[in-house]
């Protein structure tokens, strides 16, 4: 098991150094980062020859390279475009990301799994029928459209009708707060729940597809039928024996499809202008700010590997046969 | 059904002996593809006899025809398809016939209505710009018609969702099938490539990539083409693991010790049995690409204008969601039917490739 483990770790590191160079090559070459600054003919030369050697920009590419990596590696991201580091702005926008993917990681997971199992016990009949078409029909839906319909056609109306705010639509928490952590809690909630909602919605559907037909495969083994035979009760039978088993893949699966969610969060933040982490780096890309995209797809790539592996390391504590393989 | 055991289709004769060729037959049985072509001596084996030959195509359905026939009686999946190619029709007709052309400025445009409350307030009222007789889906701000604007997004979400699909299946089966068939380093090297290709999330380098590529561009192929360079490492990892099992079937082994060349192999023997997946795999690929290809333009790094695309016209629509509603809610709903057809197109597929995918409850 520890060879295994080791194994995919160094292949996760090298990955991820590949990955990193092949990102640092492309933005490297997305265009004049000085742009920008270049476009006001008022700016001194000496500005921007400074602005140049601070961002290492005189340098051949693989000089930079090396020493942006060398950098990264003791935790220190560069410097932004605009002269300041990149490390600090990240992290400040990272966490107000996880503000909104964390909540809604935990949520889809519990509704996949719960109407996974339903549609599965239910197989063929009403319920089955509407959660697969369901399922279907929000795997068909882009995440800007869910969140534009819930922002437009339920937060504005519901709340015209109750007469306040129940739903903030824009940004993640209201510009004069104040208070301690608790008194701001209502704040933060009325801002996040449409965000987490949409990320819930386009997420859930397709963990919920895999849970139905893992469950469907167990139930049809023959220890369910003998644990039944045996007059166990229904629900322990479906809880205790099946479902433990049926987990098993949509874990990996749900690990595995992090990705997804990083790029999820990204369109929904634009939608309802969080300052998050993804539109930060959207931004950045726009920019040309290349330290700071460097950076954002750093971190996302490590978020991405991580998951992977702890997919990997899941998939081999819970069945013996992967990791004897 | 019983044949003799060697005819000469099955151990790669050249020619068939006169009369018409039986047609030939692909797929699950891929020994019955005759090795034309390949100059294998075989000793001692009679031409088939003519009368069997024709028996058999008489008896044996193709595994096209099967597969056909299974989709044909699955409603979801028919219907899907029809409504499908009835929106390719709708917006090719549309942009032939309509009176309105999708870049034309026409004399009506949408605008919000005001008038002064009793207190001197502004309170508005019915924008002006609705679907209409004149314009179904209604104008936008400028003065476009929706509906040709609407059906020339529908046209060029689906031209650049096929040439992605395409593309990225042509790569992904072919990276697949190597790395599954020769293994060793090959394999190694083609598969850690598909890993760095799926660390960071697709949107996220397309995004990257857009930026960089296409912002300056015009029309769609730029973009279908950065899509499809990366959409393949699914199909890629997928065909990989078919091919690692057929590599190991009697029917390869026994092409081998034929002599078939290692591409004849591949090509003939082995890709027919692995056409199910690839095709299922193609279809969501499409469905892929419509999302991605339309979040893309949502975020402005897609389809430029004049060129227009669904995404692009949805965050035009976006600003006035709830008062010039048609803005939003035709192309919207445009890009939702077209993935939702596709993604029950390709479920029907799967179905129909192998039945046994649909679980039943014994």
Same mark, same amino acid.
């Given at each position: 098991?520890?060879?295994?483990?080791?194994?995919? *770790?160094?292949?996760?590191?090298?990955?991820?150094?590949?990955?990193?160079?092949?990102?640092?090559?492309?933005?490297?070459?997305?265009?004049?980062?000085?742009?920008?600054?270049?476009?006001?003919?008022?700016?001194?030369?000496?500005?921007?020859?400074?602005?140049?050697?601070?961002?290492?920009?005189?340098?051949?590419?693989?000089?930079? /390279?090396?020493?942006?990596?060398?950098?990264?590696?003791?935790?220190?991201?560069?410097?932004?475009?605009?002269?300041?580091?990149?490390?600090?702005?990240?992290?400040?926008?990272?966490?107000?990301?996880?503000?909104?993917?964390?909540?809604?990681?935990?949520?889809?997971?519990?509704?996949?799994?719960?109407?996974?199992?339903?549609?599965?016990?239910?197989?063929?009949?009403?319920?089955?029928?509407?959660?697969?078409?369901?399922?279907?029909?929000?795997?068909?839906?882009?995440?800007?459209?869910?969140?534009?319909? *819930?922002?437009?056609?339920?937060?504005?109306?519901?709340?015209?009708?109750?007469?306040?705010?129940?739903?903030?639509?824009?940004?993640?928490?209201?510009?004069?707060?104040?208070?301690?952590?608790?008194?701001?809690?209502?704040?933060?909630?009325?801002?996040?729940?449409?965000?987490?909602?949409?990320?819930?919605?386009?997420?859930?559907?397709?963990?919920?597809?895999?849970?139905?037909?893992?469950?469907?495969?167990?139930?049809?083994?023959? /220890?369910?039928? *003998?644990?039944?035979?045996?007059?166990?009760?229904?629900?322990?039978?479906?809880?205790?024996?099946?479902?433990?088993?049926?987990?098993?893949?949509?874990?990996?699966?749900?690990?595995?499809?992090?990705?997804?969610?990083?790029?999820?969060?990204?369109?929904?933040?634009?939608? $309802?202008?969080?300052?998050?982490?993804?539109?930060?780096?959207?931004?950045?890309?726009?920019?040309?700010? $290349?330290?700071?995209?460097?950076? /954002?797809?750093?971190?996302?790539?490590?978020?991405?590997?991580?998951?992977?592996?702890?997919?990997?390391?899941? /998939?081999?504590?819970?069945?013996?046969?992967?990791?004897?393989? | 059904?019983?044949?003799?055991?060697?005819?000469?289709?099955?151990?790669?004769?050249?020619?068939?002996?006169?009369?018409?060729?039986?047609?030939?037959?692909?797929?699950?049985?891929?020994?019955?593809?005759?090795?034309?072509?390949?100059?294998?001596?075989?000793?001692? +084996?009679?031409?088939?006899?003519?009368?069997?030959?024709?028996?058999?195509?008489?008896?044996?359905?193709?595994?096209?025809?099967?597969?056909?026939?299974?989709?044909?009686?699955?409603?979801?999946?028919?219907?899907?398809? #029809?409504?499908?190619?009835?929106?390719?029709?709708?917006?090719?007709?549309?942009?032939?016939?309509?009176?309105?052309?999708?870049?034309?400025?026409?004399?009506?445009?949408?605008?919000?209505?005001?008038?002064?409350?009793?207190?001197?307030?502004?309170?508005?009222?019915?924008?002006?710009?609705?679907?209409?007789?004149?314009?179904?889906?209604?104008?936008?701000?400028?003065?476009?018609?929706?509906?040709?604007?609407?059906?020339?997004?529908?046209?060029?979400?689906?031209?650049?969702?096929?040439? +992605?699909?395409?593309?990225?299946?042509?790569?992904?089966?072919? #990276?697949?099938?190597?790395?599954?068939?020769?293994?060793?380093?090959?394999?190694?090297?083609?598969?850690?490539?598909?890993?760095?290709?799926?660390?960071?999330?697709?949107?996220?380098?397309?995004?990257?990539?857009?930026?960089?590529?296409?912002?300056?561009?015009?029309?769609?192929?730029?973009?279908?083409?950065?899509?499809?360079?990366?959409?393949?490492?699914?199909?890629?990892?997928?065909?990989?693991?078919?091919?690692?099992?057929?590599?190991?079937?009697?029917?390869?082994?026994?092409?081998?010790?034929?002599?078939?060349?290692?591409?004849?192999?591949?090509?003939?023997?082995?890709?027919?049995?692995?056409?199910?997946?690839?095709?299922?795999?193609?279809?969501?690929?499409?469905?892929?690409?419509? #999302?991605?290809?339309?979040?893309?333009?949502?975020?402005?790094?897609?389809?430029?204008?004049?060129?227009?695309?669904?995404?692009?016209?949805?965050?035009?629509?976006?600003?006035?969601?709830?008062?010039?509603?048609?803005?939003?809610?035709?192309?919207?709903?445009?890009? +939702?039917?077209?993935?939702?057809? +596709?993604?029950?197109?390709?479920?029907?597929?799967?179905?129909?490739?192998?039945?046994?995918?649909?679980?039943?409850?014994?």
């Amino acid at each position: 098991m520890l060879g295994y483990t080791l194994r995919r *770790l160094a292949w996760a590191i090298v990955i991820m150094f590949v990955a990193s160079f092949g990102v640092f090559f492309l933005v490297a070459h997305s265009g004049d980062p000085l742009a920008q600054l270049r476009a006001n003919p008022k700016t001194p030369p000496q500005v921007i020859a400074n602005r140049r050697a601070l961002l290492h920009l005189n340098d051949p590419f693989l000089t930079r /390279y090396f020493i942006w990596l060398k950098g990264a590696l003791h935790g220190d991201f560069g410097t932004r475009v605009d002269g300041n580091p990149v490390g600090p702005q990240m992290w400040s926008h990272f966490w107000i990301t996880l503000r909104m993917v964390i909540p809604a990681t935990i949520i889809s997971v519990f509704v996949a799994i719960w109407l996974g199992v339903w549609a599965a016990v239910r197989q063929g009949r009403m319920a089955d029928t509407l959660i697969t078409v369901s399922n279907f029909l929000l795997i068909s839906v882009p995440v800007f459209v869910i969140g534009l319909v *819930l922002k437009d056609f339920v937060a504005i109306p519901v709340n015209k009708h109750v007469g306040h705010t129940i739903f903030y639509t824009v940004g993640q928490q209201s510009a004069t707060i104040s208070g301690g952590f608790f008194s701001r809690l209502p704040d933060y909630a009325a801002h996040t729940a449409l965000p987490v909602i949409t990320l819930v919605l386009v997420s859930y559907p397709l963990w919920a597809m895999y849970q139905r037909s893992s469950m469907l495969e167990e139930l049809n083994r023959d /220890y369910v039928r *003998l644990a039944r035979a045996k007059g166990l009760h229904p629900r322990r039978v479906l809880i205790r024996h099946t479902l433990r088993n049926a987990l098993l893949p949509v874990t990996t699966v749900i690990a595995l499809d992090f990705a997804a969610i990083l790029a999820g969060a990204l369109v929904t933040e634009i939608v $309802f202008d969080w300052s998050g982490i993804g539109q930060w780096g959207f931004a950045a890309t726009v920019g040309l700010d $290349f330290n700071s995209v460097q950076a /954002y797809l750093l971190l996302t790539a490590f978020f991405v590997v991580a998951f992977n592996f702890l997919a990997d390391v899941i /998939y081999g504590l819970l069945d013996p046969r992967i990791r004897l393989a | 059904m019983t044949r003799p055991p060697t005819t000469q289709s099955d151990l790669g004769g050249s020619g068939y002996p006169g009369g018409p060729p039986p047609r030939r037959e692909r797929g699950r049985w891929a020994s019955r593809i005759p090795l034309r072509g390949t100059k294998v001596p075989v000793a001692g +084996v009679d031409t088939p006899a003519l009368g069997d030959e024709h028996g058999l195509a008489g008896e044996a359905k193709g595994q096209f025809r099967i597969v056909a026939g299974r989709y044909v009686h699955n409603r979801r999946a028919m219907g899907s398809l #029809i409504v499908f190619l009835l929106l390719f029709l709708t917006s090719v007709l549309v942009g032939w016939f309509w009176k309105y052309g999708y870049a034309e400025i026409t004399k009506s445009y949408a605008r919000a209505t005001f008038h002064i409350g009793p207190n001197g307030t502004l309170i508005a009222g019915k924008s002006l710009g609705a679907p209409s007789w004149d314009h179904p889906f209604g104008v936008d701000p400028i003065g476009h018609d929706v509906l040709a604007q609407v059906m020339q997004g529908t046209k060029t979400e689906i031209f650049t969702a096929v040439v +992605v699909a395409v593309i990225a299946t042509l790569i992904g089966t072919t #990276i697949g099938a190597l790395a599954g068939y020769y293994g060793g380093w090959a394999e190694s090297l083609l598969m850690r490539f598909t890993d760095v290709i799926l660390v960071v999330p697709l949107l996220v380098i397309l995004i990257v990539l857009a930026n960089r590529f296409t912002k300056t561009a015009s029309g769609w192929l730029p973009i279908a083409l950065v899509i499809a360079l990366l959409a393949w490492t699914y199909l890629a990892r997928l065909v990989r693991a078919d091919f690692l099992s057929l590599r190991e079937r009697d029917f390869v082994e026994a092409a081998r010790g034929l002599g078939a060349p290692n591409r004849r192999i591949i090509v003939r023997h082995m890709l027919p049995n692995a056409i199910g997946p690839i095709i299922v795999n193609a279809t969501l690929t499409v469905a892929n690409a419509i #999302i991605l290809e339309s979040t893309l333009s949502f975020l402005g790094l897609g389809i430029q204008p004049p060129d227009v695309s669904l995404g692009q016209l949805v965050a035009a629509g976006e600003g006035a969601a709830t008062t010039q509603w048609w803005l939003f809610a035709f192309p919207a709903g445009f890009i +939702v039917a077209l993935v939702l057809c +596709v993604n029950f197109i390709g479920d029907g597929l799967r179905e129909a490739f192998d039945p046994h995918a649909k679980q039943e409850r014994r």
